[in-house]
């Protein structure tokens, strides 16, 4: 059968599946810009919107295997409803009390916003795992992954310039209000759908609950160690680019064209590498595309002005979609069967973990160092990781395992 982007949206209940929980992981793309401009209207302070804005991060990010492991456990309908009843509400509170000035003390806000991250679904993890059971060939899925990766890099894109256009109407308290009407319309639509109601949990056994997150975590320790050194190199990037306009005289809207090149780049590679039909496995392609992106970071060090790095943020972001799409099949292949959302979730938490220590370090070198150097030495970290990663890769569990016996119906969330 062929493999191709539009067999897998021709595969049964996929397409209005993929679109409901497109729909609700917009309102992630939109709720984290609309909480900081709101809050730093009504505060006046970029000291507070950053603190509440490092609580609703911090706990969205490092609470979503916890999250995902309530899906694994229960199933995405009785884990994801609550779930996306409170985090909505809370998204309700939040824009109540960022409405207008002194609607609430900073103290409530933040904790208020540090509640809604903790109770932020995993529609993410989620989508993916239900790929695994809607694709059950092992090619189908690779493209189902990459199309997935490319749609949420777009979504990523598409949020902050619907906030753009609604701030320009609206306050920004609007853009979190209309975060809760997405993520309620996209889970609704992602729980009713006729693959994920069939979904039943996998129940471990006793040898299995056995060094509960220890036990997913090894089980998916390469993919992981991957995401986290990918995130590294993006996030240290993203501050970088912004020193590097601001050092040859462009300023800071100088950055959008590499940072913008860099999300094209990554579009363009996560599609190819879902259209190609690799003879090399999942497990050797990982750590190559992770020091891919390394090496072209690497030699933006040397980029002599904007178009030069323009260049080379295009060709480092050519490897960034194809080591994701990567990473979460070689996670998926690899997890236990009742923590298959959960090993996604800590994928996606290396990522995040990684953007965040790549900005905090490059913040700092970036006050020691030329910002080229700074480029040279986040590319070298990347290397280094992409190099430990081929260092512990097996042909044990390297291409998706397929999932039944060709109904795509799935067996977990």
Request: include cysteine.
């Amino acid at each position: 059968m062929p493999a191709s982007y539009a067999h897998v949206l021709r595969l049964p209940h996929a397409r209005t599946t993929f679109a409901a929980a497109l729909l609700g992981r917009l309102s992630y793309g939109i709720v984290p810009l609309s909480l900081m401009l709101a809050v730093t209207r009504t505060s006046g302070s970029y000291t507070v919107a950053g603190a509440v804005m490092a609580l609703f991060s911090a706990t969205s990010v490092f609470l979503s295997p916890a999250r995902a492991a309530l899906i694994d456990r229960h199933g995405p309908r009785r884990a994801l409803v609550p779930m996306t009843a409170a985090y909505a509400g809370l998204l309700g509170l939040l824009t109540a009390a960022v409405w207008r000035p002194g609607a609430a003390p900073p103290l409530v806000v933040g904790a208020v916003a540090a509640a809604a991250g903790a109770c932020t679904p995993p529609l993410g993890p989620a989508m993916r795992a239900v790929w695994g059971r809607i694709a059950p060939d092992p090619e189908l899925l690779r493209r189902a992954y990459s199309l997935d990766a490319v749609a949420e890099e777009l979504l990523f894109v598409t949020g902050p310039l619907l906030v753009g256009l609604l701030v320009a109407l609206a306050p920004p308290a609007v853009g979190i209000a209309a975060g809760a009407v997405l993520i309620t319309a996209g889970a609704t639509g992602f729980v009713l759908s006729p693959v994920v109601r069939s979904v039943r949990p996998e129940r471990a056994g006793a040898k299995e609950h056995e060094g509960g997150r220890g036990r997913v975590l090894r089980a998916v320790r390469r993919p992981v160690l991957a995401a986290l050194g990918v995130g590294l190199a993006l996030g240290a990037v993203d501050l970088l680019v912004v020193a590097f306009a601001e050092g040859h005289g462009s300023g800071g809207g100088g950055a959008a064209w590499p940072l913008a090149a860099l999300s094209a780049g990554s579009a363009v590679g996560g599609l190819l590498n879902g259209a190609v039909s690799w003879r090399t496995s999942a497990g050797v392609r990982l750590p190559l595309l992770t020091a891919g992106l390394g090496l072209a970071v690497l030699l933006a060090g040397l980029a002599t002005g904007l178009g030069t790095l323009t260049a080379v943020m295009a060709a480092a972001g050519f490897f960034v979609a194809p080591a994701l799409t990567t990473a979460y099949l070689l996670a998926d292949a690899a997890a236990p069967a009742d923590a298959r959302v959960r090993a996604g979730a800590w994928v996606n938490t290396a990522v995040n973990a990684g953007s965040t220590a790549g900005t905090a370090g490059a913040g700092v070198l970036a006050g020691l160092l030329p910002t080229g150097w700074c480029l040279a030495a986040t590319g070298a970290a990347t290397l280094l990781v992409a190099g430990t990663v081929a260092r512990g890769a097996t042909r044990r569990g390297d291409a998706p395992r397929p999932v039944g016996d060709g109904v795509p119906v799935p067996k977990t969330s």
